[in-house]
T-cell receptor, first 109, second 112 residues
Framework: RKEVEQDPGPFNVPEGATVAFNCTYSNSASQSFFWYRQDCRKEPKLLMSVYSSGNEDGRFTAQLNRASQYISLLIRDSKLSDSATYLCVVTDSWGKLQFGAGTQVVVTP | DAGVTQSPTHLIKTRGQHVTLRCSPISGHKSVSWYQQVLGQGPQFIFQYYEKEERGRGNFPDRFSARQFPNYSSELNVNALLLGDSALYLC???????????FGQGTRLTVV
């Protein structure tokens, strides 16, 4: 079983719509949680940290459910520029990043 | 401030050769990690260094080695290259282990 699992998609989203997707993680001792965004053939870029209380950054909302060991990301009012692969990341106490394989989002006009 | 810098950006090597990849972390960051990303997959953890000590090693063969220098820069070495080592090699730096990590642009290695 993979340590971090994501639906690979693609999620095809009309511009202006809302899209949401989850990831699950297997290590209950995981310490920190993040969403990264990766454009084709580029490096991952930090999108946002994820907290149990939930957090919002503009059109992006992230949520962590420690009991069920899943993390979610919601994108409102999708823009064409939101098209990317979204990587779910969990870390151990030393900061070793465990990545999911990524969820591809394609925003269409 | 400069972000994480990696060199070279692209590299072509022949099977059996050796390669050294370099990474300079963000100023003040003491933790450096290396990841391998093959097409269609998420990055896979190779090594983590903190304060010049190895803090973690992923499931990679002994052909892979790394070190961190007193200025916190790091090198990843791969010996006896195989075709399957072709990938994007990413370096990430963070202040301490489990804070947010920032990536360099990566080194794209092609083994022929």
């Amino acid at each position: 079983r993979k340590e971090v699992e994501q639906d690979p998609g693609p999620f095809n989203v009309p511009e202006g719509a809302t899209v949401a997707f989850n990831c699950t993680y297997s290590n209950s001792a995981s310490q920190s949680f993040f969403w990264y965004r990766q454009d084709c053939r580029k490096e991952p870029k930090l999108l946002m940290s994820v907290y149990s209380s939930g957090n919002e950054d503009g059109r992006f909302t992230a949520q962590l459910n420690r009991a069920s060991q899943y993390i979610s990301l919601l994108i409102r009012d999708s823009k064409l520029s939101d098209s990317a692969t979204y990587l779910c990341v969990v870390t151990d106490s030393w900061g070793k990043l465990q990545f999911g394989a990524g969820t591809q989002v394609v925003v269409t006009p | 401030d400069a972000g994480v810098t990696q060199s070279p950006t692209h590299l072509i090597k022949t099977r059996g050769q050796h390669v050294t990849l370099r990474c300079s972390p963000i100023s003040g960051h003491k933790s450096v990690s290396w990841y391998q990303q093959v097409l269609g997959q998420g990055p896979q953890f190779i090594f983590q260094y903190y304060e010049k000590e190895e803090r973690g090693r992923g499931n990679f063969p002994d052909r892979f080695s790394a070190r961190q220098f007193p200025n916190y820069s790091s090198e990843l070495n791969v010996n006896a290259l195989l075709l399957g080592d072709s990938a994007l090699y990413l370096c990430a730096s963070s202040l301490v282990g489990n804070t947010e990590a920032f990536f360099g642009q990566g080194t794209r290695l092609t083994v022929v």
